[in-house]
């Protein structure tokens, strides 16, 4: 019994901490199994030497290095088993995959599949001899598991290499355990490589969680990261997980605040310095450090910074093998920085920053070495998507150009380091001036950027200007003539600040603005301060905002208070005169429909809804005549949008033949359709109210009758009185009017009715106008930006422009693009302020012409009735109310 309890014991503690017997080969196994298996008390020296000479030439030098240690000699056989085991990790691990993984992600992600399998590690077998090893003690008994299970040491390793043995050749697959990546760049491919992936599965007896599956999507949600085809960014919910994270109380709970910003690190710009207060205080802390933080006020501006630096994360772009790389590096005083771009499609897209605060030693160093450095630290950091390829490293300090072609006699051994690492790349050091090297730049500094000029060519500015003679003599300006530290060169500075700045010419000032402005673009006040600390010239207040104001970058992403055009007010002429028609869906299918024709009248608001199958300029046709023109006749107007059916030489055929005027909306305004946008809501509200919504096509005639029977709140009238003078019969109505009625009594009856309720039709209540906002000078701007409203890939314009403008109306102007003429809303629109390209020193707004003549939408026209009216001061023309005949 004492035998098989200690046995037992034994057991008991493998399974706990796993083994070390499988990372042994099997002829060293027979070589110590006697002695591994000996159940003795004496201390176990003989094994320590047995597997020291049985397994000492391995590579695995951790293992060899535990047993030489002679205070191995007295432990047992399950400790030493559990050292072992804590030093002797399977090669491959699977945090190695999940560091580089988005190295390794295909490179075309149009179409993404993301597929879960089910019962993971339960999919591999457990060796016949392995299987003791698991044994779990329960207050049932003791228990073994025959198939892999969670927790075990080098599961994860395992289960990483069977999937990868799986989809090694497929370079259009990644593995991360038993999540699958799949894209392609259309659904062609995507349908093929999903029959391919699913095969190989089947192959395995591998089953997929269709919960968990996702199948041609554009985005995915992958190991903490939206992944699309523009590019990778932190997931959202994780972000506003850590936006909302509160402020830690102590060491331990920031260190876990910490942990999860770094976890995005290669997403921020200039982490390092962001984080390097809050990185002080775990300095010299312990792991599970509970000692309260006091907080400073710089370690709480840091705290926040760090939120809004991963609010604002940068979206990172997909390697790809035959894009230029170039890698930007450089060092300060306490940190250094680099960022890696390649050159994809005329713009260069960042693949990732890094950033690392320097310590003690480090900030001893001279510049060459801090540069250096620097160039060392970037080349390790993203040596995974730089190995194999010729890349460019760009440095602002022109020593180190040279450095790889110097002898290394008397060069110290750290610098010699730092140089063989790099000359394993194929690379090419070229310089880069500081003033262009602003993203590493900034990633090693914290401070704002101070940007020289040449004290020479300065100087000989200065010299020639016809401003400045006048200005020394003003009393009020105490303009100096210093030395410049370190040269021979005399400058002009104003002192009555207390940092010395030199007087900028008027020659230099437009290139001296845009050298500070356009690093990060900030507005008017914030580049006034930047300059003014820095330089000084009269009136420079005014050219900061006059020349920030026409900043076309500025205006093109920045965006301000819309413009939000008038509400107008367009009375019908007639009923069933003017009709307004639009398209609702994909819907649920419903009996074989997916969509939905929508027709309303504009007068009397009379709805109808069509379920269609699909959207063909056919279909929408022929619905429009079966289902309207059939039963109210041809109107003189109809308003669509600028769908493909509408616009279809089918349907404009229609319109032609039957004599109907057809207004089109403007892009991207679906207000001008409102009449029927509106009524969508209705519409869709009443149809999800159904308990079964998904046979909506069965409750649609139902749903019609009710809204048809509402009454409306403008005019106290139902829809169907304004038709049929009347409100129609509904189900469960206990009483009508049967009685017979003389045919002039109904006559008068309707004419009563329409007159009471004619004149409330045009009534609205409320202040219609109160988001109204239309910038003053819109109306005599020559030129405008045009907001892009349909989807931007990440990090492109808000506004498009500027673009000229050759009419102009009160809802609508129509500029020119790309040599045509385009009529946009005026929703759209903002005003572009230019400099003049004939003199750039004496920047202005552009100037203002007299308006072209009045250009209406054409949704604004109104009845051809004569009507009285008058004129306001902005050119509009205001109608007198009328009665229609009955």
Same mark, same amino acid.
């Given at each position: 019994?004492?035998?098989?309890?200690?046995?037992?014991?034994?057991?008991?503690?493998?399974?706990k901490?796993?083994?070390?017997?499988?990372?042994?080969?099997?002829?060293?196994?027979?070589?110590?199994?006697?002695?591994?298996?000996?159940?003795?008390?004496?201390?176990?020296?003989?094994?320590?030497?047995?597997?020291?000479?049985?397994?000492?030439?391995?590579?695995?030098?951790?293992?060899?290095?535990?047993? %030489?240690?002679?205070?191995?000699?007295s432990?047992?056989?399950?400790?030493?088993?559990?050292?072992?085991?804590?030093?002797?990790?399977d090669?491959?691990?699977?945090?190695?995959?999940?560091?580089?993984?988005?190295?390794?992600?295909p490179? @075309?992600m149009?179409?993404?599949? *993301?597929?879960?399998?089910?019962?993971?590690?339960?999919?591999?077998?457990?060796?016949?001899?392995?299987?003791?090893?698991?044994?779990?003690?329960?207050?049932?008994?003791?228990?073994e598991?025959?198939?892999?299970?969670?927790?075990?040491?080098?599961?994860?390793?395992?289960?990483?290499?069977?999937?990868?043995?799986?989809?090694?050749?497929?370079?259009?697959?990644?593995?991360?355990?038993?999540?699958i990546?799949?894209?392609?760049?259309?659904?062609?491919?995507?349908?093929?490589?999903?029959? %391919?992936?699913?095969?190989?599965?089947?192959?395995?007896?591998?089953?997929?969680?269709?919960?968990?599956?996702?199948?041609?999507?554009?985005e995915?949600?992958?190991?903490?990261?939206?992944i699309?085809s523009?590019?990778?960014?932190?997931?959202?919910?994780?972000?506003?997980?850590?936006?909302?994270?509160p402020?830690?109380?102590?060491?331990?709970?920031?260190?876990?605040?910490? $942990?999860?910003?770094?976890?995005?690190?290669?997403?921020?710009?200039?982490?390092?310095?962001?984080?390097?207060?809050?990185?002080?205080?775990?300095?010299?802390?312990?792991?599970?450090?509970?000692?309260p933080?006091?907080w400073?006020?710089?370690?709480?501006?840091?705290?926040d910074?760090?939120?809004?630096?991963?609010?604002?994360?940068?979206?990172?772009?997909?390697?790809?093998?035959?894009?230029?790389?170039?890698?930007?590096?450089?060092?300060?005083?306490?940190?250094?920085?680099?960022?890696?771009?390649?050159?994809?499609?005329?713009?260069?897209?960042?693949?990732?920053?890094?950033?690392?605060?320097?310590?003690e030693?480090?900030?001893?160093?001279?510049?060459?070495?801090?540069?250096?450095l620097?160039?060392?630290?970037?080349?390790?950091?993203?040596?995974?998507?730089?190995?194999?390829?010729?890349f460019? /490293?760009?440095?602002?300090?022109?020593?180190?150009?040279?450095?790889f072609?110097?002898?290394?006699?008397?060069?110290?051994?750290r610098?010699i380091?730092?140089?063989?690492?790099?000359?394993?790349?194929?690379?090419t050091?070229?310089?880069?001036?500081g003033?262009?090297?602003?993203?590493?730049?900034?990633?090693?500094?914290?401070?704002?950027?101070?940007?020289?000029?040449?004290?020479?060519?300065?100087?000989?500015?200065?010299?020639?200007?016809? %401003?400045?003679?006048?200005?020394?003599?003003?009393?009020?300006?105490?303009?100096?003539?210093?030395?410049?530290p370190?040269?021979?060169?005399s400058?002009?500075?104003?002192? *009555?600040?207390?940092?010395?700045?030199?007087?900028?010419?008027?020659?230099?000032?437009?290139?001296?603005?845009?050298?500070?402005?356009?690093?990060?673009?900030?507005?008017?006040?914030?580049?006034?301060?930047?300059?003014?600390?820095?330089?000084?010239?009269?009136?420079?207040?005014?050219?900061?905002?006059?020349?920030?104001?026409?900043?076309?970058?500025?205006?093109?992403?920045?965006?301000?208070?819309?413009?939000?055009?008038?509400?107008?007010?367009?009375?019908?002429?007639?009923?069933?005169?003017?009709?307004?028609?639009?398209?609702?869906?994909?819907?649920?299918?419903?009996?074989?429909?997916?969509?939905?024709?929508?027709?309303?009248?504009?007068?009397?608001?009379?709805?109808?809804?069509?379920? /269609?199958?699909?959207?063909?300029?056919?279909? /929408?046709?022929?619905?429009?005549? &079966?289902?309207w023109i059939?039963?109210?006749?041809?109107?003189?107007?109809?308003?669509?949008d600028? $769908?493909?059916?509408?616009?279809s030489?089918?349907?404009?055929?229609?319109?032609?033949?039957?004599?109907?005027?057809?207004?089109?909306?403007?892009?991207?305004?679906?207000?001008?359709?409102?009449?029927?946008?509106?009524?969508?809501?209705?519409?869709k509200?009443?149809?999800?109210?159904?308990?079964? *919504?998904?046979?909506?096509?069965?409750?649609?005639?139902?749903?019609?009758?009710?809204? @048809?029977?509402v009454?409306?709140?403008?005019?106290?009238?139902?829809?169907?009185?304004?038709?049929?003078?009347?409100?129609?019969?509904?189900? =469960?109505?206990?009483?009508?009017?049967n009685?017979?009625?003389?045919? %002039?009594?109904?006559?008068?009856?309707?004419?009563?009715?329409?007159? *009471?309720?004619?004149?409330?039709?045009?009534?609205?209540?409320?202040?219609?106008?109160?988001?109204?906002?239309?910038?003053?000078?819109?109306?005599?701007?020559?030129?405008?930006?045009?907001r892009?409203?349909?989807?931007r890939?990440?990090?492109?314009?808000?506004?498009? =422009?500027?673009?000229?403008?050759?009419? @102009? =109306?009160?809802?609508?102007?129509?500029?020119?693009?790309?040599?045509?003429?385009?009529?946009?809303?005026?929703?759209?629109?903002?005003?572009?302020?230019?400099?003049?390209? &004939?003199?750039?020193?004496?920047?202005?707004?552009?100037?203002?012409?007299?308006?072209?003549?009045?250009?209406?939408?054409?949704?604004?026209?109104?009845? &051809?009735?004569?009507?009285?009216?008058?004129?306001?001061r902005?050119?509009?023309?205001?109608?007198?109310?009328? @009665?229609?005949?009955?």
């Amino acid at each position: 019994m004492e035998s098989l309890f200690r046995r037992h014991r034994i057991r008991k503690s493998l399974s706990k901490f796993d083994v070390i017997l499988p990372m042994l080969e099997a002829d060293t196994l027979t070589q110590v199994s006697d002695i591994l298996y000996n159940l003795g008390e004496e201390p176990y020296e003989k094994l320590k030497d047995r597997l020291i000479t049985v397994y000492g030439d391995n590579q695995n030098q951790r293992i060899r290095k535990l047993l %030489e240690e002679k205070r191995l000699g007295s432990l047992k056989p399950s400790q030493l088993l559990r050292q072992m085991k804590q030093t002797a990790g399977d090669l491959m691990s699977a945090e190695v995959v999940r560091t580089l993984w988005l190295q390794a992600l295909p490179k @075309r992600m149009q179409e993404i599949l *993301s597929l879960d399998l089910e019962r993971a590690y339960f999919n591999i077998p457990i060796a016949e001899s392995d299987i003791p090893k698991t044994a779990i003690t329960t207050p049932f008994g003791l228990f073994e598991f025959t198939r892999m299970c969670f927790g075990l040491r080098n599961a994860s390793q395992t289960f990483q290499r069977f999937m990868d043995a799986i989809f090694r050749d497929l370079p259009y697959v990644f593995v991360y355990i038993d999540d699958i990546l799949v894209s392609s760049v259309d659904h062609t491919e995507h349908e093929v490589h999903l029959r %391919e992936v699913i095969r190989r599965l089947a192959e395995q007896g591998l089953t997929l969680n269709l919960h968990k599956c996702l199948f041609g999507v554009h985005e995915v949600d992958f190991l903490g990261y939206r992944i699309s085809s523009s590019g990778i960014s932190p997931r959202q919910t994780k972000v506003e997980e850590i936006i909302s994270y509160p402020r830690p109380e102590t060491v331990n709970g920031l260190r876990k605040f910490l $942990g999860m910003v770094n976890f995005y690190r290669r997403s921020l710009p200039h982490a390092a310095d962001t984080l390097k207060e809050l990185n002080n205080y775990l300095q010299g802390s312990k792991k599970n450090d509970r000692t309260p933080i006091i907080w400073t006020e710089a370690a709480t501006a840091a705290f926040d910074k760090s939120k809004q630096a991963l609010a604002d994360a940068v979206v990172l772009g997909h390697p790809k093998p035959d894009a230029e790389l170039v890698l930007d590096t450089d060092a300060s005083d306490t940190g250094v920085g680099a960022v890696l771009q390649q050159h994809d499609e005329g713009t260069w897209i960042p693949l990732g920053f890094f950033s690392k605060p320097l310590n003690e030693a480090q900030q001893k160093y001279s510049t060459y070495d801090r540069e250096l450095l620097a160039m060392y630290l970037a080349v390790k950091h993203f040596h995974p998507l730089l190995e194999g390829r010729h890349f460019t /490293i760009r440095t602002d300090h022109k020593p180190l150009i040279h450095a790889f072609k110097q002898k290394s006699n008397g060069t110290e051994p750290r610098r010699i380091r730092h140089l063989n690492y790099i000359s394993q790349f194929t690379t090419t050091i070229s310089h880069i001036s500081g003033s262009d090297n602003v993203v590493a730049d900034t990633l090693s500094r914290m401070e704002e950027i101070t940007l020289s000029e040449d004290p020479d060519t300065l100087a000989q500015e200065q010299q020639a200007d016809p %401003e400045l003679p006048t200005l020394r003599v003003n009393p009020q300006l105490q303009l100096k003539s210093l030395t410049v530290p370190g040269t021979n060169c005399s400058l002009i500075f104003e002192t *009555s600040t207390a940092i010395a700045r030199p007087y900028i010419p008027q020659s230099q000032r437009v290139a001296t603005f845009h050298r500070i402005h356009d690093t990060s673009h900030p507005g008017i006040r914030a580049t006034r301060r930047l300059i003014a600390q820095r330089y000084f010239w009269p009136s420079m207040n005014a050219d900061v905002a006059r020349w920030t104001r026409a900043c076309i970058p500025c205006q093109r992403s920045k965006v301000g208070r819309h413009t939000v055009a008038p509400i107008g007010v367009f009375p019908p002429a007639g009923r069933f005169e003017h009709v307004h028609l639009d398209i609702i869906g994909p819907l649920p299918p419903s009996q074989g429909k997916a969509y939905c024709l929508t027709m309303i009248d504009r007068c009397t608001r009379w709805p109808e809804a069509v379920p /269609i199958r699909e959207t063909s300029a056919e279909t /929408i046709a022929k619905a429009f005549y &079966e289902r309207w023109i059939s039963r109210f006749g041809v109107p003189l107007k109809i308003t669509t949008d600028q $769908g493909r059916q509408f616009e279809s030489q089918l349907f404009t055929r229609l319109t032609t033949m039957l004599g109907i005027q057809r207004l089109r909306t403007s892009a991207y305004h679906p207000q001008a359709n409102g009449v029927v946008e509106r009524w969508h809501r209705s519409l869709k509200a009443a149809l999800t109210a159904r308990l079964d *919504s998904a046979n909506w096509v069965r409750h649609l005639p139902t749903i019609l009758l009710g809204l @048809r029977v509402v009454m409306r709140e403008d005019n106290k009238a139902s829809t169907a009185e304004l038709v049929y003078g009347r409100t129609l019969r509904l189900p =469960g109505d206990l009483f009508s009017d049967n009685q017979p009625a003389e045919t %002039e009594a109904i006559l008068q009856e309707l004419r009563d009715t329409f007159r *009471s309720l004619q004149p409330a039709l045009f009534h609205h209540t409320g202040n219609l106008n109160t988001r109204m906002f239309v910038p003053k000078t819109l109306s005599t701007c020559t030129h405008v930006f045009l907001r892009h409203d349909a989807i931007r890939r990440p990090l492109a314009p808000t506004y498009d =422009g500027p673009y000229q403008v050759l009419r @102009r =109306g009160d809802k609508v102007f129509t500029i020119k693009m790309d040599d045509r003429e385009t009529t946009v809303t005026i929703d759209r629109l903002k005003p572009a302020y230019t400099l003049p390209t &004939e003199d750039n020193d004496s920047p202005r707004s552009i100037t203002n012409t007299p308006p072209p003549p009045s250009h209406q939408e054409p949704t604004t026209n109104t009845s &051809e009735r004569p009507s009285h009216g008058y004129t306001t001061r902005s050119g509009r023309t205001v109608r007198v109310r009328w @009665r229609p005949n009955v």
